[in-house]
Nanobody, 124 residues
Framework: QVQLVESGGGLVQAGGSLRLSCAAS????????MGWYRQAPGKQRELVAV?????????TYADSVKGRFTISTDNTKNTVLLQMNSLEPEDTAVYYC????????????????WGQGTQVTVSS
C-alpha cells in the first residue's frame, strides 16, 4: 500500500503564497500520476492540479487556479509539490494529495491513494 504524507498547509493572507508537499512511501510501487484535490465546507471535492508521471509529464489544472498554482514532481523522491501564489479566500479548503499507483507485483491493479488532507486558510 502507498502512504502519503502531506505538509505545507497553514494560514496566509490574501495575495500570499504557500507550498504544499506530498511524499509517497510504502512497498515497491509505480506511480502513474500525482495531484492535488481540495474540498471546502459544504462543497464537493474538486481537482486542483494533476501531474502525469507515465504520460510524458503532462499537467492539468483547474481553471480557477491556472496562472496562480504550479504543480511539480520529484520522481526520485516520489514527491509532488503544489506552489500556490496569489492566494484568494476562495482557495480556503482542505487540500488532499492523490496518487494513482500500482504495486510492483504480478497482477496488481492500479489504485488511487489519498492523503489525510492539509488545511489551507486564506484570510481577507
Amino acid at each position: 500500500q502507498v502512504q502519503l504524507v502531506e505538509s505545507g498547509g497553514g494560514l496566509v493572507q490574501a495575495g500570499g503564497s504557500l507550498r504544499l508537499s506530498c511524499a509517497a512511501s510504502g512497498s515497491t510501487f509505480r506511480i502513474n500520476a500525482m495531484g492535488w484535490y481540495r474540498q471546502a465546507p459544504g462543497k464537493q471535492r474538486e481537482l486542483v492540479a494533476v501531474a502525469n508521471i507515465r504520460d510524458g509529464g503532462s499537467t492539468t489544472y483547474a481553471d480557477s487556479v491556472k496562472g496562480r498554482f504550479t504543480i511539480s514532481t520529484d520522481n526520485t523522491k516520489n514527491t509532488v509539490l503544489l506552489q500556490m501564489n496569489s492566494l484568494e479566500p476562495e482557495d480556503t479548503a482542505v487540500y488532499y494529495c492523490k496518487v494513482q499507483a500500482r504495486m510492483l507485483y504480478f497482477g496488481s491493479p492500479v489504485e488511487d491513494y489519498w492523503g489525510q488532507g492539509t488545511q489551507v486558510t486564506v484570510s481577507s
